[in-house]
């Protein structure tokens, strides 16, 4: 490996967005020194384990192993690096607000100085990084610079999207801080919005709550459909060939979860809250994907009557493909709504089995989708993994007890399985 003539960074949290974040910008040419308080991560990255399951992260971390750094101290990092990119947590609070104390324990950490500047990558409410320069201030840590560059990477995709961003939002206060970060982005080409600090906030709060609504958008179109005879694959098809709407985020399936969107369309609506507004659009959005979670198990009763004493498999736990992230999975509310009423649950997921596990009580988890299914009386499809695409459902009808199978994600072929005697429902087909 050639050595780095490129700027010297600091990555503050390795979690998906972190790590992500670490590795793409050493496969760029930075030398990266990444800090995390969890002793354990950082052991396991030293050691040459990545500690979460993201497509095409380990072979990115591996090849530019030699530029970067792990550890649990904050000062080597503040040696070496000018950018100290931030990449902590920020849950919801059990109001719905953004918890921002891990931003803070990083915010407290630092030291004064005139040479470092703070990179938000944390997807924090508008104002944060007016109320973080005011802090810095009252310390007199003013010399801090801070900017505000939202991540809009895909758990699954993560790898690809961060080295082809479909944007690179830069909120700054027209300093070197936030040069070196345009810099910094600059071989990746990526279209740049620079532009204040609580616009860029805002801009991404923005593009999640509307992704959101999209979903919830056409979760409710797909309800009609089911009561009016029309098919919301065949509407979705029709409407996406409209370049004002685009075909992205309109497939109608059980809900969105994850470690985003709810918690993000909360945050925004709270923080429209807090300025007095109430922000009724995000208040239904959230409501339909709430509901759109429950009406799978009204269609498993519709199917089965009772579900008392049903074995119910789910395929699929994690809250989308290609990752282990349970966070707001909906296989969480589905598993404990089946139970509460008398189902039994069994599960297989590819890979969040481990993960699932610490969330769900009573779920008897299998090796394979085929051994999951053998013996149940219905299944769910709640996450299209690629390969339950490949699933001999002609055999799967003959081990199953029962017969019914509701697609959760219309990802399965109707026609192929009502060939092989099996009860299919999808979402949104009149
Ligand atoms: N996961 C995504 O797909 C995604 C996408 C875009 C934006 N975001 C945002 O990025 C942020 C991080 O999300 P994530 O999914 O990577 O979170 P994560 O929970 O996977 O990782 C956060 C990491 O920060 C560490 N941490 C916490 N406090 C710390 C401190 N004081 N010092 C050093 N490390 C600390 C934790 O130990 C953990 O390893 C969140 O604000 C999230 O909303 C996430």
Not at 83 to 105: E, Q
Not at 145 to 163: H, I, M, N, Q, T
Not at 272 to 301: C, I, P, W
Request: proline share 5%; charged share 25%; glycine share 8%.
């Amino acid at each position: 490996m050639t050595p780095s003539t490129r700027e010297p960074i600091a990555v503050i949290g390795t979690g998906y967005v972190g790590l992500v974040t670490a590795a793409g910008f050493a496969s760029l040419g930075n030398d990266v020194w990444c800090v995390d308080i969890d002793a354990a991560k950082i052991a396991r990255l030293e050691a040459g384990e990545v500690p979460i399951y993201e497509p095409g992260l380990p072979e990115l971390i591996a090849a530019n192993r030699e530029r970067l750094h792990f550890s649990t101290e904050l000062a080597p990092a503040l040696e070496r690096a000018r950018l100290l990119f931030v990449a902590v947590g920020t849950p919801p609070t059990v109001s719905g607000d953004a918890d921002l104390a891990a931003v803070h324990a990083v915010v407290d950490a630092m030291p004064p100085s005139d040479r470092h500047a703070l990179v938000m990558k944390s997807t924090v409410p508008a104002g944060t990084g007016a109320s973080i320069k005011r802090v810095l201030a009252e310390r007199g840590k003013s010399g801090f610079r801070y900017v505000s560059c939202p991540e809009f990477l895909k758990e699954g995709s993560a790898v690809a999207d961060f080295l082809n961003p479909d944007r690179v939002v830069v909120g700054d206060e027209d300093d070197w801080a936030g040069d070196a970060v345009v810099e910094l982005y600059a071989p990746l080409g990526a279209p740049l919005v620079r532009t204040d600090i609580a616009s860029a906030e805002m801009i991404k709060l923005a593009a999640n709550a509307f992704l959101a609504t999209k979903i919830s958008f056409i979760n409710e179109i797909a309800i009609v459909c089911e009561e009016t005879g029309a098919d919301v694959l065949e509407v979705a098809r029709g409407m996406g060939l409209d370049a004002r709407i685009g075909p992205k985020f309109l497939q109608a399936g059980i809900g969105f979860g994850g470690s985003c969107f709810p918690k993000d369309v909360n945050a925004l609506k709270k923080l429209a809250a807090n300025t007095g507004y109430h922000f009724q659009l995000l208040t239904s959005v959230l409501e339909v994907n709430e509901l759109q979670k429950r009406r799978v198990v009204n269609k498993l009763e519709r199917h089965l009557g009772t579900l008392a004493g049903k074995e119910v498999a789910l395929l699929g736990l994690a809250f989308k493909p290609n990752t282990d992230d349970m966070r707001e999975a909906t296989s969480l509310v589905l598993a404990a709504r089946l139970q509460a009423d008398g189902a039994r649950v069994r599960a297989y997921d590819p890979v969040a089995e481990a993960e699932a596990a610490k969330l769900m009580s009573n779920v008897t988890f299998h090796a394979s989708a085929v051994e999951a299914l053998d013996g149940a009386d219905a299944v769910v499809l709640v996450t299209e993994w690629p390969e339950f695409a490949d699933l001999d459902w002609s055999d799967i009808a003959r081990r199953m007890r029962g017969n019914v199978v509701i697609d959760g994600r219309n990802f399965l072929d109707p026609a192929a399985l009502r060939a092989v005697g099996l009860d299919y429902e999808g979402i949104g087909h009149g």
